[in-house]
């Protein structure tokens, strides 16, 4: 069940980043969905880190407004 919910989750993510059309961001979260390390992705996308970090935290931004802080989502 905690796997189901994750892939929905991951697809409702992406979806909104699409409607956002960012891109970047949409790469980002593949390369964290292949369980890259950070180095990696950034290598592999020829990214600059401060590039790939922001992207980060605008996902991390949007996860949290889509379903909630992890704290909040540990409690509950």
Known sequence: ELVLDARANAKR???ELR???DAVALVVLDTLSD???P???Q???SMRPKVYEAA???IRRL???LF???KETRHA
Do not use: I
Request: charged share 50%.
């Open 63 to 65: 996860a949290e407004k």
């Open 19 to 21: 409607r956002k059309k």
């Open 39 to 41: 180095t990696q992705a």
């Open 35 to 37: 369980a890259l390390k």
């Open 68 to 70: 909630g802080s992890p």
């Open 56 to 58: 980060r935290k605008r």
């Open 13 to 15: 993510l992406r979806e």
């Open 43 to 45: 290598e592999l996308l």
